[in-house]
């Protein structure tokens, strides 16, 4: 039995490409391992508190000094850290909105990076603490991207690194609002890509 951890983080519901590619992709390693256990965790229908100062303490305070509500969120982001943890393959769905990720997937990985839990400091910087892993990013794009202004794929593979998970890959279908054959022919090149992978 494996264990699949899936997040959805489209604004767009069942019209989002990101998820019609991830549900193929994931139906394709179902059919491969057909004793994979499923955990789909929707980032927009369930979003997750965003950063501020009372959340900052609650992550770094002794839970002594932390309110109810402080505890609550260190609670979370230790249950969310457990289920990354369960998963043997993570396959995120990944939109870019204005140049960048959706700001739920920020939230859920402000959670997931705790000094001492998922990351440690060490005299040569910081070392991951989870272990190692398949990490699929299915990320969407309505245009294109010059490699040196791509702030989708690289920032979430800095964080991946930073909490110990290096094998990640990528799989882009971009130009999916630039024309009806733009689109056609990046979602074939996707589906094709995501059938060799699977
Ligand atoms: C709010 C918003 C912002 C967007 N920003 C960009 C952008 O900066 N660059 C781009 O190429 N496409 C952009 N798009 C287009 C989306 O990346 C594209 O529609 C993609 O399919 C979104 O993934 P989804 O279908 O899974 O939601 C944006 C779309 C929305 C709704």
Same mark, same amino acid.
């Given at each position: ?9 489209? &604004? ?5 490409? #990101? &998820? ?26 369930? $979003? ?23 505890? &609550? ?44 839990? #998922? ?6 910087? $910081? ?26 794929? $690289? ?5 991946? #690194? ?17 024309? $009806? ?18």
């Amino acid at each position: 039995m494996t264990t699949l951890l899936y997040l959805k983080t489209s &604004a767009n519901g069942e019209r989002s490409r #990101s &998820a019609q590619l991830c549900e193929r992709f994931i139906q394709q390693r179902f059919d491969a391992q057909p004793d994979t256990r499923l955990i789909t965790r929707d980032l927009v229908t369930q $979003p997750l508190p965003h950063l501020g100062a009372e959340q900052w303490d609650a992550l770094r305070l002794p839970a002594s000094e932390c309110s109810a509500e402080q505890l &609550a969120y260190r609670h979370l982001s230790d249950a969310l850290i457990e289920e990354f943890e369960s998963a043997d393959t993570v396959v995120i769905a990944l939109p870019l909105y204005n140049f960048g990720i959706p700001s739920q997937l920020k939230a859920y990985f402000d959670l997931l990076a705790r000094a001492g839990v #998922s990351f440690e400091f060490t005299e040569t910087g $910081p070392k991951g603490l989870l272990r190692d892993r398949d990490v699929y990013l299915i990320a969407t794009r309505g245009g294109t991207l010059d490699s040196n202004d791509d702030h989708q794929i $690289p920032p979430v593979r800095q964080f991946l #690194s930073l909490i110990g998970i290096q094998r990640v890959h990528a799989l882009i279908a971009d130009g999916l609002d630039l024309s $009806p054959d733009s689109r056609e022919q990046s979602l074939l090149a996707a589906h094709q890509r995501m059938a060799e992978i699977a």
